[in-house]
């Protein structure tokens, strides 16, 4: 039985929205599959990992297409349609337990298993709060921070975004107790709304996949107890939450560094890639050395094998010296990350956090703990 007949370009964009999320080895079978369905036209794909579950929807152009509703491999599925040329016609059709991918010059056979099995995220809760802001600006909170969060930390509250609205203000934070990045960006909420979720490291890496660099496509968030619905460009993702307390992070950012000194990014950049070459290749222990003068900043790193690199820098410093240690992966997640042409380092002395902020902006701010090498 024929199902649709639609472009092979039809069915791959929204097929590669949901896919990411599918991982190669499931507890259940059914959940290694796509969930296709088509409801009057409009062809709905869904992924799920108990997780987190992605749908996306696309128009079908042919009024004659007839509904229907089955899972098949998500991995085979799109392997199928990629390895397809472009502008390539595409039918579907349905035999007994097989779905048949057929195009002029080839055809493949699919097992299928039923869609009632899939099991779907529902939401019965009433929402909390809904806010609804530009995909750009979502994206910008979760990519500033997302770099700074705890990986596998016991404190399982570390090991995510924290994603906070308060009155006229939407708000990420990502930490490691070692290092803090915290974005902000101006959104219209009214007074009362005030709430917290913190989104797990998965959530973050999908979301920063699909939102696109728009500010003129909004996405809705909706705020349930337990979940989060992000809803966006014809994709609607839902996203349990981390169950806990997140920190005081206000208490980690210092208001006294009073010794401020600004450097080019990519200046900076490239002279820490440059001495990084001669430092410990344990990650644990790759520390650089920020021996900051009148007027010069010296760049310094040695490994175990005794071995240094060093290079100076001209600087537009006028204050007491400093000598402080820092690990060069703190600094290149920020230096890789943050879009920005210059950043401020205010510091109070070698054993004090340094505060990094964006000159003339007051949306984002990073805290990096010294170290002793």
Request: charged letters at 25%.
């Amino acid at each position: 039985m024929l199902l649709i007949k639609t472009d092979r370009n039809n069915l791959l964009k929204p097929l590669q929205m949901v896919t990411g999320i599918v991982e190669k080895k499931q507890t259940m079978p059914i959940l290694a599959n796509v969930v296709i369905e088509n409801q009057n036209n409009q062809l709905t794909f869904l992924t799920s990992d108990k997780e987190m579950q992605i749908t996306a929807r696309t128009c079908l152009n042919d009024k004659d297409q007839k509904n229907f509703s089955l899972t098949v491999s998500a991995k085979k599925f799109q392997d199928i349609l990629r390895a397809l040329d472009n502008d390539t016609e595409v039918s579907l059709l349905r035999e007994e337990d097989r779905l048949m991918v057929k195009s002029s010059r080839n055809r493949f056979s699919l097992h299928i298993l039923p869609a009632d099995d899939f099991p779907r995220m529902t939401e019965d809760n009433a929402c909390l709060i809904e806010i609804t802001v530009p995909q750009n600006v979502l994206k910008r909170l979760l990519n500033d921070v997302q770099y700074a969060i705890a990986d596998q930390d016991l404190r399982y509250y570390l090991n995510g975004v924290l994603l906070a609205v308060n009155p006229g203000e939407l708000k990420t934070v990502g930490t490691d107790t070692h290092r803090l990045a915290l974005a902000t960006a101006p959104s219209h909420t009214d007074k009362s709304a005030v709430h917290e979720a913190i989104l797990p490291r998965k959530t973050v890496q999908e979301l920063l996949k699909l939102l696109k660099d728009d500010e003129e496509d909004n996405v809705k968030i909706e705020f349930f107890s337990k979940r989060v619905i992000f809803t966006f460009s014809d994709i609607i993702f839902v996203s349990r939450i981390i169950d806990g307390n997140y920190i005081n992070y206000s208490r980690a950012i210092p208001s006294r560094n009073e010794k401020r000194l600004e450097l080019n990014r990519i200046q900076f950049l490239q002279a820490l890639q440059r001495v990084a070459i001669l430092s410990n290749p344990n990650e644990l222990f790759r520390g650089v050395r920020l021996v900051i003068d009148k007027g010069n900043l010296s760049i310094i790193s040695r490994n175990i094998e005794q071995e240094e690199a060093v290079e100076e820098m001209p600087i537009d410093y006028d204050n007491d010296s400093i000598d402080i240690c820092l690990k060069i992966p703190h600094l290149f997640d920020l230096l890789n990350h943050v879009a920005a042409e210059t950043f401020l380092f205010s510091l109070a002395s070698a054993s004090d956090s340094v505060l990094v902020t964006i000159p003339g902006r007051d949306d984002f701010c990073y805290v990096i703990m010294p170290i002793n090498i």
